[in-house]
């Protein structure tokens, strides 16, 4: 079946430092991912699309100089978090979909706190 | 404002019994809809995903989706403990690849 892991699963960092969260497809080619962060009080933010040999396509409120993302090849996805700060808080979530495929597939999450 | 709506908030159903959630779109470009569950420290798992009009049913899960009035509907049959989780509605319109997610309802099934 259809699996998607991320990695970490929680981390910690300071104010103004920067974080480096990955996820990994397996079962599948994941030609899309779109990474999420989910609060309690947005439920998910889209934060981007990424199509592999296409540009990656970010959400409004969100940049590719706060949040880069790379998208290598069809199994591996990974998203930073530059200078982060309190807002940035949360439940980063990457959905993967295969192509011809219309379901998102989530991983677990990386849980970002931020001291 | 909130795209996609979700209704309740949270409800509590008695193991066995019947559990009914609501999801409202206000975009009418939204016209794929999928329900997914997370249960706590989890990711979403895609549960079901219904684009025509009319009901679709996988094994306890019925989808119901009614386009002219943007309105899909999840029932769980003879719920169980296991059911116990969050429950978000996800809509996609025909150009963009990503989902919209509502704020979810909180199911609890009590024995």
């Known amino acids: 079946g259809a699996l998607v892991y991320q990695y970490p699963r929680r981390t910690i960092c300071k104010s103004g430092t920067s974080m480096r969260m990955e996820c990994q497809a397996v079962g599948f080619q994941a030609t899309s991912v779109a990474w999420y962060r989910q609060s309690p009080q947005k439920t998910f933010e889209l934060i981007a699309l990424s199509t592999v040999n296409s540009a990656i396509k970010y959400e409004q409120n969100f940049t590719q100089e706060k949040f880069p993302i790379s998208h290598p090849n069809l199994s591996f996805s990974s998203m930073t978090v530059l200078n982060a700060y309190l807002e940035d808080r949360g439940l980063y979530l990457c959905g993967a979909r295969e192509v011809n495929q219309d379901t998102q597939y989530f991983g677990p999450g990386t849980r970002l706190l931020v001291l | ?111």
């Open chain 2, 1 to 111: 404002q909130q795209k996609v709506q979700q209704s309740p908030e949270s409800l509590s159903v008695p193991e066995g019994g019947m559990a009914s959630l609501n999801c409202t779109s206000s975009d009418r470009n939204f016209q794929y809809f999928w329900w997914y569950r997370q249960h706590s420290g989890e990711g979403p798992k895609a549960l079901m995903s219904i684009f025509s009009d009319g009901d679709k049913k996988e094994g306890r899960f019925t989808a119901h989706l009614n386009k002219a009035s943007l309105h899909v509907s999840l029932h769980i049959r003879d719920s169980q403990p296991s059911d116990s989780a969050l429950y978000f509605c996800a809509a996609r319109n025909n150009y963009a690849q990503g989902l919209t997610f509502g704020l979810g309802t909180r199911v609890s099934v009590f024995p």
